[in-house]
């Protein structure tokens, strides 16, 4: 695997992207939508200030520097607002966009149109593979939650495209 590379097809993904983007994009809308104005939904600060001083749920926990508007936070206050489930909903996927699909493309080889890693297994103590491309070490829960969407079985390797 280290050697022929795996097989990524960059074009599904981009596709997959562009999904994503248009996601986005309807998501921030509809909180915009839902509190009356825009906002920097990638800013705690503002965030912070429109959940907590406009919406005013309970203040669950505060930083130095203003409102938590972290994922727990944020599932414990989900009940009170429907704008909540839409930002944790948006978080999920800009990470999917930004972290691994945007990531992965950057990977690609464009002379082979694979992924090439080096696997150690010494690095774990389970003896599972540890890999030296971050992509490569993609959590399992962040594609479970979101790619199943995305018509991954075209993006997985399979054992005769190694």
């Given at each position: 695997m280290e050697r022929k590379g795996i097989r990524v097809d960059a074009e599904e993904l981009k596709r997959y992207g562009q999904e994503l983007a248009e996601q986005l994009e309807e998501i921030m809308q509809s909180i915009y939508h839902s509190v009356g104005m825009e906002f920097n939904i990638n800013s705690?600060?503002?965030?912070?200030?429109?959940?907590?001083?406009?919406?005013?749920?309970?203040?669950?926990?505060?930083?130095?520097?203003?409102?938590?508007?972290?994922?727990?936070?944020?599932?414990?206050?989900?009940?009170?607002?429907?704008?909540?489930?839409?930002?944790?909903?948006?978080?999920?996927?800009?990470?999917?966009?930004?972290?691994?699909?945007?990531?992965?493309?950057?990977?690609?080889?464009?002379?082979?149109?694979?992924?090439?890693?080096?696997?150690?297994?010494?690095i774990a103590a389970t003896g599972r593979l540890s890999a030296n491309t971050r992509i490569c070490r993609t959590s399992r829960s962040a594609w479970r939650k979101g790619a199943r969407s995305a018509r991954c079985s075209s993006l997985r390797s399979r054992a005769g495209e190694f």
């Open positions: 705690p600060k503002q965030l912070g200030e429109i959940l907590f001083e406009k919406l005013q749920p309970p203040i669950i926990k505060k930083t130095k520097t203003g409102y938590s508007t972290d994922a727990e936070v944020l599932e414990k206050l989900e009940p009170y607002h429907p704008m909540v489930g839409k930002i944790l909903h948006y978080r999920t996927l800009a990470k999917l966009q930004s972290t691994y699909v945007e990531g992965l493309l950057k990977e690609v080889r464009p002379d082979t149109g694979k992924v090439h890693t080096y696997y150690r297994q010494t």
